[in-house]
């Protein structure tokens, strides 16, 4: 876990267990544009018991092509900071092997007001799902496994 209080969090892809949520908090709040926030969105994904197609899901692998979802995730916060109101986002997404329920994903969005951050959050979401390379292995209850993008 990233517990340097004084080490600007960056989004991008980490090791499962390399960091936190709460990490990621921090890293915004310590920030001198805070000041003008009025909120601050959350959004954590987790492995859940099936998959899109309705198969029993027993754990997951997340791979990702870091220099690649890195450089994604960089023009995704980009493009976001840039709409009215936010004053800070981050998107960390983990690898590695997980269990149900365990957090995959973070997004953190730091707005003046709640409406453009509910916004932003929702936004971030739909883009880093399309945009990033990252590869998930799920693993079936039968035995069996299959890789998505």
């Known amino acids: 876990m990233n517990s340097n209080n ?3 969090i960056k989004s991008g892809i980490y090791k499962k267990g390399e960091i ?7 890293s915004i709040k310590k920030k001198k544009k805070i000041q003008a926030a009025g909120s601050i969105h959350t959004f954590t ?3 859940r018991c099936n998959s899109k197609t309705g198969r029993s899901v027993v754990r997951m692998v997340i791979d990702a092509y870091d220099d690649l979802a890195n450089e994604s ?6 493009k976001l900071k840039q709409e009215k109101g936010i ?4 998107i960390i ?3 590695g ?18 409406k453009e951050g509910f916004k932003v959050i929702s936004n971030a979401v739909d883009l880093y799902k399309k ?13 069996s496994s299959e890789w998505i993008h």
Request: proline letters at 0%; charged letters at 35%.
């Open 45 to 47: 994904g987790i492995v």
């Open 97 to 114: 092997e997980f269990e149900l329920s365990e957090d995959l994903v973070y997004v953190v969005v730091a707005s003046a007001h709640r």
């Open 87 to 90: 004053i800070d986002i981050k």
């Open 73 to 78: 995730i960089k023009k995704i916060c980009a």
């Open 6 to 8: 004084e080490t600007e």
């Open 131 to 143: 945009e990033i390379a990252v590869w998930k292995r799920e693993d079936f209850k039968d035995g």
């Open 20 to 26: 936190d949520l709460a990490s990621i908090i921090q």
């Open 93 to 95: 997404h983990l690898k």
